[in-house]
């Protein structure tokens, strides 16, 4: 399996878990969906923000690295987000929206950049004003692994409240073997 394959793989199953947990937000009451759970960013709406907000800051961190990609384009043009939780949508419709929009960049950004660039040297400034310097694939990875992290979140807080989002898991979406 090639390390594009691998990312187009984790890109897809983010959009459809992101799918799943979008449209159990949808069927709850305004109230509930913005009700502080304890979470690490209170509420189910906090939480599927927080996730738009990782995506959005390392995507335009991305963009700045790798400006030639068509893919991350409309990333680049958003305005940066307050970190790590202010909101960036008023309506989970709007949210919505906004999400659909960053995982289509996702898989176009995965369908797009070649190995060899994922096997570059990145560089960037932490929100707290750390430079750093990592290979950019490792650091696409560590994006994948937040986005599970803060759905592992956001999937307990709907068991919590009896919801069941249905099965989460990537082999799901894995093909089979010949």
Known sequence: MTTNTCFSQ???????????LYDAAAALPEEELRRDRGAFFGSVFGTL???AIGDILWFKRIARYLPDLASLK???QLPPPGFPN???RDTLAELA????????????FCAEVTPARLGE??????????PSRKVLGDVLLHVFNHQTHHRGQ???????????VG???LLLLLPDAP
């Open 74 to 76: 409309c990333v680049e």
């Open 86 to 88: 202010t909101p960036l």
């Open 97 to 108: 929206g906004l999400r659909a929009m960053l995982d289509e960049a996702i898989i176009a």
């Open 167 to 169: 099965a989460t898991d």
């Open 121 to 130: 040297a990145f560089e960037w400034t932490s929100t707290r004003g750390i």
């Open 154 to 164: 956001a999937t307990t807080l709907f068991s919590q409240m009896g919801i069941d």
């Open 49 to 51: 923000n927080h996730i």
């Open 10 to 20: 984790l890109a897809s199953y983010n959009q459809w878990m992101n799918g799943k």
